[in-house]
């Protein structure tokens, strides 16, 4: 639509009331599986969340919140926070990372874009240095895009590269980098068969290496800096498949955690520095993580860490990972243009909005991709600090509580007509894979799921609970008849990734009119329908080309 085919006015809904305050709150890694010790909701005690499922049945429902329902190629793609946050933000379900660069790929148009033609002219005289997630779980990264994009770039002229791997263990199984490592290094000595340079110079952990988000810890993305620009790590291999056996071993760290590595020749020199003159891209298409290092390879007044050498580089992301600040600014692949998101709508329809956050996911996400404000006279987004320097499962509460508190004040404040956040505790503890923490966690939430809802009754409002995505309903990866997986040793495989489960989505509170229920006429209900929901829950109709709306109301 351009901007002179619709009114950012919405209609009154003929039957729903305006003027009652509305909490959206999101549930990060809350699906819904069967009840075995594997369900680490199941296992928590969770009163508020029981009593919200065992309550009106017409007041509870199970969405999807993977693969088509939110933008993703196939319904065997898991969700994640950020696709999961843009649909319930926008309300339409847009192509997504994954699939935006699959078929970059599949056409050929990614090496004939702006973004690859800027990169290819480093190409005679300079390395080609590729920095990403070395996976296919699909959430950050695929690996099979990688070695499209390896192959194209030596197609189209590359003559030197150079591979800087992040290694996974959380949207995959922990483990699994040796086979992905061995995978790339085949590919690669197939390139060098070609005359072409190509080889594995530096890695680490995801969660240790480079993917920090949110800026809460600087000291993760200097780590990446020192191993891929600097080629200084404190460990150095001659190989990376000995690297992260040796470092998985000798440290007890898990993939997510593997110290920086570096690989040096037969005279101990760092094989694939990145110097002045070389091209860089960052192969992950989510955006959250690759950010920061973004910020870092870009930015000439960079001033979080000691960078020691900057290099003359031609940088690109394979998206581009924050609109609003046109960072980074070539990228290979054009990303969604999401426009028109519910809270845009809303705002400029008087609604005054509250949003809290430990991540960026009830703003940035929920917006679009956008960052700051929409209207800065009627919106406060508070974002709490995540704890830095542990894993999640040392204080699986999270800031889940003062998250909650945030929310309660604004609720009770009276300054706001939408009080939105996001819980992440069941997401971030279930990905160290660590049950009985996820346990903890899942409690917690719930917790704060309570002070909200505690809140709203005080007021007189309506709460609309969800969920981003599946996670800490089932930590364990399951055979083809659904019985635990065992590994060689007869142990249970632990999952730390998403899962393909459905999350709930409850409605209530004293505000709520009585004739309200949820359809059962909407044909596969997503994540994608909660924007036109919340709509009708602040009194307004949605716009014509949203998702249709989950509730209807009834005379009673």
């Known amino acids: 639509m351009g901007s002179s085919d619709f009114s950012w006015t919405l209609p009154d809904h003929p039957k729903l009331p305006k003027g009652k305050p509305v909490a959206v709150v999101v549930l990060d890694g809350w699906g819904e599986a069967d009840a075995d010790q594997y369900n680490c909701i199941h296992v928590a005690e969770t009163p508020t969340m029981d009593s919200l499922k065992k309550g009106a049945p017409e007041k509870w429902k199970l969405v999807k919140a993977h693969g088509t329902a939110v933008g993703l190629p196939s319904d065997d793609d898991m969700g994640n926070s950020e696709v999961g946050h843009n649909a ?130 600087w000291d993760v993305v ?68 690759m950010v920061m290092i973004a910020k870092a390879l870009e930015y000439e007044d960079f001033d979080k860490f000691d960078r020691v050498r900057v290099p003359k580089i031609r940088y690109a992301g394979m998206l581009q990972y924050d609109g609003e600040l046109k960072l980074p600014s070539h990228y290979l692949v054009s990303p969604p243009e999401i426009e028109r998101t519910s809270g845009e709508y809303l705002v400029k329809n008087g609604i005054r909005t509250f949003a809290c956050r430990q991540f960026g996911h009830v703003t940035f996400f929920w917006n679009g991709n956008r960052s700051g404000y929409f209207d800065e006279t009627k919106e406060e987004y508070v974002e709490i600090p995540s704890d830095s320097g542990i894993t999640f499962n040392v204080k699986p509460k999270m800031k889940a509580l003062e ?61 609309l609970v969800t969920a981003d995505h599946g996670n800490a309903e089932d930590m364990v990866k399951r055979n083809k008849s659904g019985q635990p997986q065992l590994d060689k040793k007869g142990e249970i495989q632990i999952l730390t990734s998403h899962t393909l489960q459905p999350v709930p989505v409850a409605i209530g509170g004293p505000g709520l009119h009585s004739g309200v229920r949820f359809r059962n006429d909407v044909q596969t209900p997503g994540l994608a329908n909660v924007a036109a929901t919340v709509m009708n829950l602040h009194g307004f109709e949605a716009p014509a080309d949203y998702e249709p709306t989950l509730i209807e109301v009834v005379d009673k």
């Open 403 to 463: 998250i909650a508190e945030k929310a309660r004040d604004a609720i009770l404040s009276g300054k706001f007509d939408q009080v939105r956040v996001n819980l992440p505790n069941g997401d971030m503890v279930g990905h160290t894979g660590d049950i009985e923490a996820t346990v903890v966690a899942c409690k917690a939430a719930d917790e704060a799921v309570k002070m909200i809802l505690d809140a709203i009754e005080q007021v007189g409002g309506i709460y």
């Open 222 to 289: 200097k780590r990446g800096w020192d191993a891929q620009v600097l080629g200084e790590a404190p460990h150095k291999f001659q190989n990376a498949v000995e690297a992260v056996k040796t470092l998985r071993s000798e440290t007890k760290a898990n993939d997510q955690y593997l110290p920086p590595f570096v690989i040096v020749d037969d005279s101990d020199k760092a094989v694939g520095p990145i110097l002045d003159g070389d091209a860089v891209v960052t192969f992950n298409f989510r955006a959250d993580r």
């Open 88 to 217: 319930l933000g926008a309300g339409r379900i847009f192509a997504q990372g994954a699939k935006l660069v699959d078929t970059a790929l599949a056409s050929g148009k990614i090496f004939e874009g702006e973004g690859f033609k800027y990169i290819k002219e480093s190409f005679d005289q300079g390395t080609l240095h590729l920095i990403g997630l070395l996976s296919d779980g699909g959430v950050h990264s695929r690996l099979d895009q990688l070695q499209l994009l390896l192959n194209g770039a030596s197609a189209n002229g590359a003559k030197k590269i150079r591979v800087h791997i992040l290694t996974d263990g959380r949207d995959v199984l922990d483990g699994t980098s040796v086979g992905f490592v061995e995978t790339l290094e085949n590919d690669l000595s197939q390139l060098c068969a070609k005359g072409i340079d190509a080889c594995i110079a530096s890695g680490g952990g995801r969660m240790y290496v480079t993917m920090d988000r949110y800026e809460n810890d």
